[in-house]
């Protein structure tokens, strides 16, 4: 859409929702600079924090409340900044817009050192919205051409990428099209449509006729006999999502290691991604190997590579396994988060690398609004316990004592006795 002739009136009936606003700005996590690309008038933008806004429309700009600093003329497809130049990057509704998606995905990752977090629709979920699929469907093929797939955003994006859907509240206060799911009667409102992008994209004629479709249905009752059961919901999923990601971390470590201590400084070069469910095999066919000989194969059922991989990580050295993170965020407490597994190459630890998975997870998990990590370990197992500890862990009281350490006894089963670990996080 061309926004220098059609974006008056933005600012009145768009404006952002606090709950949408909330989950993109967890999805930012400590990020100090954010760029927002494609910035509109300055919606969703934190106000704690360092914002750069690019807006290519001049009427665009010149909406953006005193409040904002002002934005920089720009598209996204060429961001004026040097790589690595801000903590992440947020781009608002606004990719289906570019030029080349493509091209201006892979300058949000160029720019951002670590999140970006892309707020699109997922234009498969399109033909199940009533005001698509019996009024405009004309929309869902247009859109179909203009928003990308979103696996072309998290390829494009690369590194590990997670996708959460956003339910849309019954009175979000940004007038997408999609926002209106229970106040059919909004869309007769010419002001309402004007702040829409989605009417300027289809043929002349097409509007008026949704539109004359829709106040005879709402008139005849027809609208609420098919669809009235939304007006008593509260949320609905027509397909807006959060697409995040953090960057493939291709990292060396140049500390001394404690196993080649003789030899000085070793350096050691790894990437860490989003765990698969194609890394089933090999992390189950060391595992045992790798926790000296104990039994811990079963202990890690295949689900988790399954439903847990936005929070669980492979680490790669030479294209081979050098270690695994596997963690998830609480189903039952909204503000902790859990590792259930971590293991290190024998020949590769001390290094740095169970560090650097452990704080892979607590920015995945931190992104996600969880500040409480919790772990237990064996008894037994004195190099985990040490490992937590030098991780900033405080051990949980217990009920008896093993060799010094507080354990919870039975916690597991009968003599499955647990040291366990919990560490807040810094916010
Ligand atoms: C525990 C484990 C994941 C640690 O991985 P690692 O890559 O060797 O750990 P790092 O090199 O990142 O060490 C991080 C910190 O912990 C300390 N640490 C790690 N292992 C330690 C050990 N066995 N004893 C004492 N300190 C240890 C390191 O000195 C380092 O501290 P520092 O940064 O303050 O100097 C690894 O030893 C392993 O895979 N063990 C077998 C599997 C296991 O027991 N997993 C944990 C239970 S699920």
């Known amino acids: 859409m061309n926004y220098d002739e059609h974006g008056h009136g933005y600012s009145i009936h768009r404006r952002p929702d606090p709950r949408i606003a909330s989950r993109i700005h967890a999805a930012l996590g400590d990020a100090r600079t954010v760029a927002n690309v494609g910035a509109g008038s300055g919606s969703y933008e934190p106000d704690d924090r360092y914002v750069l806004a690019f807006e290519p429309s001049k009427v665009m700009r010149a909406q953006r409340s005193p409040g904002l600093a002002p934005a920089i003329s720009a598209r996204a497809e060429s961001l004026p900044l040097d790589d690595d130049s801000v903590d992440a990057a947020m781009a608002i509704l606004t990719v289906h817009h570019w030029l080349d998606p493509v091209a201006g995905l892979k300058q949000l990752r160029r720019i951002a050192r670590r999140a970006v977090a892309v707020l699109t629709i997922d234009v498969t979920m399109l033909p199940s919205y009533w005001l698509l699929a019996e009024y405009v469907p004309e929309v869902t093929e247009i859109d179909s051409r203009c928003f990308p797939a979103i696996e072309l955003i998290t390829e494009t994006l690369g590194g590990t990428a997670s996708v959460e859907s956003i339910p849309i509240p019954s009175d979000c206060s940004d007038g997408f099209v999609e926002a209106y799911w229970a106040r059919p009667e909004a869309f007769l409102n010419d002001d309402v449509r004007a702040a829409q992008a989605t009417w300027k994209s289809v043929p002349s004629g097409v509007e008026s006729r949704a539109i004359s479709m829709l106040e005879a249905d709402l008139a005849s009752g027809r609208w609420d006999e098919r669809h009235g059961h939304l007006r008593g919901q509260s949320s609905y999923d027509a397909g807006l999502v959060l697409v995040m990601s953090q960057p493939a971390r291709a990292f060396r470590i140049s500390s001394p290691c404690l196993r080649c201590r003789p030899e000085g400084a070793r350096i050691m070069t790894a990437v860490i991604r989003q765990i698969r469910p194609s890394d089933y095999r090999p992390v189950i066919s060391v595992i045992d190997d790798w926790w000296n ?135």
């Open 293 to 427: 000989g104990r039994h811990m194969a079963d202990k890690l059922p295949r689900l988790f590579f399954e439903h847990f991989t936005d929070t669980s990580f492979a680490a790669e050295r030479d294209g081979e396994l050098a270690g695994f993170l596997i963690g998830f965020v609480s189903q039952s407490h909204p503000a902790e988060a859990y590792i259930h597994f971590v293991g290190v190459h024998p020949d590769k630890r001390g290094c740095g690398l169970g560090r650097q998975l452990y704080e892979h997870f607590f920015a995945a998990v931190q992104a996600r609004g969880r500040n409480l990590v919790r772990a237990v370990t064996s008894p037994v197992n004195r190099g985990s316990v040490r490992f937590h500890q030098r991780m900033g862990f405080d051990i949980e009281p217990g009920d008896s004592e093993v060799d010094g350490i507080t354990v919870t006894s039975g916690y597991d089963g009968d003599k499955n006795d647990r040291v366990r670990f919990v560490k807040r996080l810094a916010t």
